[in-house]
């Protein structure tokens, strides 16, 4: 789709925002804003009640505070048949208008406009689009270009009826509508029969109507499947005509009071059409997701909130194993140097520089990606396994220097060894972006909606969320930097120092255990047999060349040889994607109770069949996604709860870039993993926490 822009283009739909201030923005009056649609022949969008299938248009309006935005006037709808089924909405082209309360106090030159819209395209097969838009509106002088348009709209909406004389029944399958007062027009026409509440009645099926004089009569088949029984429900009724330009005929909207009670409801059928059900639950799930997003003048808070969420996330990642020792050997220098404040303050503000500069670089790559059309999300780089390898080596490195098996002065020349000496602050650098490099797919679990909000912003406001969680990473070592009363609160410098620092060791090869197991997630057992071996020979060849004379020159030359020699012959295997299932069922300690892997189909398939569907979608380079695994949802109490309400359970494994997971997610307004979503069918899903909790889920369980 376009970025925020007046007019998208989707190929089957022209959408334009468009406004009606024929007196300008005046305080305390009302502005008019629509959307116009304008469909390519054959294509049409969706009245408030769908029918049969689809989803009506819906708009989220970002306005200035005290700006308050009412309910889309909705025109008047035209039924499109589609063999024993039928919907309600639009073709041609149609303007959903809108009004929007100026508040009292209301004195600038210029009202700011933004609005997310999605909408249902369909013709033989249905198209999920969305748009973003801005517009400008001037408050003084007239703004009424569009006037002719807005006129027509409100002239297509239906007109308040008398529900005096209005009647309507239900009766065993049918519902039996008596009305009264209708334009004397109509009298013995056809009409068209809309009511507002989805699922009442079944759209596509054959039925009666008569006039007995005035009195317009019908007997409509209710649907078996409906899930209401209202006791007051609102109409749409107007002239039948054929599909055309634009909306239907006006018509006569009657709130109606529902006399008697509602027969029984049917069970479920065992299916429905597979494609109708998966353009409904997948556009049924983007629908909630976008649901969530902010009302008119909330959308400073929600940024605010995503900022502070992405800084306080930032501070939590420093206690991942794989950054903590990097951070407390960075610290443990300043007890050795105390007196050199100003040289600790300009590493900490390099180590800040390379944190936040290296998160804005991985963001602006992730928007930019995003934006050619590349279906990737956060931690898109740990799909990859090169890069998985790369850490993998790099941290066995780390973690041998750590160990005391080799200095990196007594392998490297002279030259070379002396730059970290010589130049600390761009060794800071060099640290901070190393740092993010291993931390940034760690970051989901602390702000999992701060960045599904991040990548939906204008490019300036994501960045500045990537930023600040980038500054709150770095803000441990940039305080100890700037106030030597931190650093004077850790031990003396001693003996210990170089036993803590062994100690570090061991979490870098735990960080290097990790890698490998989520390379042999991407490649199969054999990339990570291939690399480790790789890895041995490397560990010998660092350690030769800190030996003396004769020894160095023949180990070390056997060693490289070697190293050189399985990167030929194995090598390959290390970065060969496996094409393979990530996992097949897996059953669970409940009887019954198993676990199936992800697809869009496969969730509908469950819907269709009346089960809710409970979706892990998870990674293997996603720590928390594993602890989660290993805990509440292998919790025996969880368990018995899915058993007890007959949950499906799909576990969608995103180790390996799959566009479909990450159209899933967007549409849940997620961006990284981990992500839990209980769906029910003709509900919208319901998103757990990132860090879950068995209480957390029992509970979601229990309103089912």
């Given amino acids: 789709m376009p970025g925020m822009a007046g007019v998208v283009d989707t190929g089957q739909v022209r959408a334009e925002l468009l406004a009606h201030a024929p007196e300008g923005v005046q305080a305390g009056g009302t502005v008019w804003l629509g959307l116009r649609l304008q469909h390519a022949p054959d294509w049409h969008t969706y009245w408030k009640n769908p029918g049969d299938s689809g989803l009506p248009t819906e708009l989220e309006w970002t306005l200035p505070a005290g700006f308050g935005a009412g309910d889309i006037a909705w025109p008047t709808p035209r039924k499109f ?372 909000l991040a990548v939906a912003l204008p490019a300036p406001q994501a960045l500045a969320v990537f930023g600040l969680l980038g500054l709150g990473m770095a803000l441990p070592y940039l305080a100890a930097s700037w106030w030597p009363a931190l650093a004077r609160l850790l031990p003396r410098p001693g003996a210990w120092m170089e036993t803590f620092r062994q100690l570090m060791a061991f979490p870098m090869f735990a960080t290097v255990v990790w890698l490998l197991w989520v390379l042999g997630q991407q490649t199969g057992i054999d990339g990570p047999a291939a690399l480790l071996l790789m890895l041995v020979v490397l560990a010998m060849l660092v350690w030769s060349l800190g030996l003396r004379r004769r020894p160095r020159v023949v180990l070390g030359a056997l060693s490289a040889a070697a190293l050189v020699w399985l990167g030929w012959v194995v090598g390959p295997q290390v970065t060969r994607m496996d094409d393979g299932p990530l996992a097949g069922p897996a059953p669970t300690a409940v009887a019954g109770v198993n676990w199936e892997a992800w697809s869009p189909a496969r969730q509908a398939e469950l819907l269709a069949q009346g089960r809710p569907v409970f979706v892990d979608f998870t990674a293997a380079w996603c720590v928390t996604c594993q602890y989660n695994k290993r805990t509440t949802l292998s919790d025996d109490r969880v368990l018995g709860d899915f058993g007890a309400h007959e949950v499906a359970l799909l576990r969608a494994d995103w180790t390996r870039r799959d566009p479909q997971i990450t159209a899933e997610l967007a549409r849940l307004g997620r961006n990284g993993v981990p992500v839990y979503a209980l769906y029910k069918n003709g509900q919208p899903p319901v998103v757990l926490s990132e860090i879950l909790s068995v209480e957390e889920v029992r509970a979601a369980l229990a309103s089912l």
């Fill in 81 to 452: 048949p589609l063999g024993s089924l039928a919907n309600y909405g639009y073709d041609g082209t149609v303007l959903l208008p809108v009004p929007v309360q100026v508040p009292a106090g209301f004195s600038a030159d210029m009202l700011e406009v933004s609005l997310y819209a999605s909408w249902l395209a369909c013709k033989t097969e249905c198209i999920p689009e969305e748009g973003r838009f801005r517009l400008r509106v001037p408050a003084q002088g007239s703004t009424s270009l569009h006037g002719a348009e807005f006129s027509a709209a409100f002239e297509a909406a239906p007109r308040q009826g008398t529900s005096a004389s209005a009647r309507v029944t239900p009766a065993a399958e049918r519902l039996e509508v008596s009305l009264q007062g209708l334009p004397p027009g109509w009298t013995g026409q056809r009409l068209e029969f809309f009511p507002e509440t989805p699922g009442l009645i079944e759209p596509g099926a054959p039925w009666t109507q008569s006039w007995d004089g005035t009195r317009w009569q019908a007997s409509i088949p209710l649907s078996p499947y409906r899930s209401e029984a209202p006791t007051a429900m609102t109409l749409v009724v107007a002239e039948a005509d054929p599909p055309g330009q634009g909306p239907g005929r006006p018509g006569v909207r009657i709130d109606a009071t529902v006399g008697g009670p509602w027969p029984a409801v049917a069970a479920l059928p065992a299916a429905v059409p597979d494609a109708l059900n998966a353009a409904l639950e997948a556009n049924a799930a983007r629908a909630a997701a976008t649901g969530a997003a902010p009302a008119a003048g909330g959308s400073s808070l929600t940024l605010w909130a995503a900022l502070l969420g992405a800084l306080i996330g930032g501070m939590i990642l420093n206690l991942m194993p794989c950054v903590f020792p990097v951070l407390a050997i960075k610290v443990l220098a300043f007890t050795k140097h105390g007196e050199q404040a100003s040289a600790h303050r300009a590493q900490g503000l390099a180590y800040t520089a390379g944190v936040v500069l290296s998160f804005m670089a991985l963001g602006g790559l992730l928007l930019g990606l995003r934006a050619a059309g590349e279906a990737i999300g956060w931690g898109f780089q740990l799909q990859s396994p090169a890069v998985v390898a790369s850490l993998a080596v790099l941290f066995t490195l780390i973690g041998l220097n750590l160990a005391g098996l080799f200095e990196f002065g007594s392998v490297l020349p002279s030259r070379v060894a002396s730059l970290q000496a010589r130049h600390p602050t761009a060794d800071a650098f060099l640290t901070g972006v190393l740092a993010t490099a291993v931390a940034s797919p760690c970051t989901a679990p602390f702000m999992g909606a701060s960045l599904g």
